[in-house]
């Protein structure tokens, strides 16, 4: 997948989530690369194998698992950099005040958020807030997306309109 690619597939998600949440948003301005301050991919994990290194055999499972789309969310590019390499547990207070995707992770996003909570049980979704990032954590992540994308693209949905 391109770089540009996968940035429109979390856009997309990400719009999805919020506009069932009942927010303002704006799909248009996610995948915008002529904005000042336009979207980038933040990988959750940062690439320092030796952070992680006991939940892997080999530098190349982790990088694969680091890639999965579980790993992936958009943020604006100031704060995406201004991250730059912190833990994890740094980056969640940063997250809570962004896009539902990535706010989902912080507790926070839990509480007083009646239409998010609304969506997430009418569709049986497994969201969840994540105190720490574990590999097992990218793997249920990368569950929850896939859960989404089936939302998204309903072949039902797509043969309705032919």
């Known amino acids: 997948w391109t770089k540009r690619y996968m940035l429109h597939q979390l856009a997309r998600i990400t719009h999805f989530i919020e506009e069932q949440s009942g927010k303002d948003t704006r799909f248009d301005v996610y995948v915008d690369r002529t904005i000042k301050n336009s979207y980038d991919i933040e990988h959750i994990w940062v690439d320092h194998y030796s952070r992680y290194q006991s939940e892997f055999e080999t530098e190349e499972e982790f990088q694969r698992t680091r890639n999965m789309f579980g790993d992936l969310v958009i943020l604006p590019k100031d704060i995406n950099r201004s991250l730059n390499d912190d833990e994890?547990?740094?980056?969640?207070?940063?997250?809570?005040?962004?896009?539902?995707?990535?706010?989902?992770?912080?507790?926070m996003c839990y509480k007083n958020n009646p239409n998010f909570l609304r969506f997430v049980e009418k569709h049986s979704l497994s969201f969840k807030a994540e105190n720490s990032y574990t590999k097992q954590t990218i793997i249920s992540r990368q569950l929850l997306y896939e859960q989404l994308a089936r939302l998204i693209w309903d072949v039902n949905k797509i043969n309705d309109l032919v």
């Open 88 to 107: 994890y547990s740094k980056k969640l207070n940063k997250y809570y005040s962004q896009n539902l995707l990535v706010a989902s992770l912080n507790e």
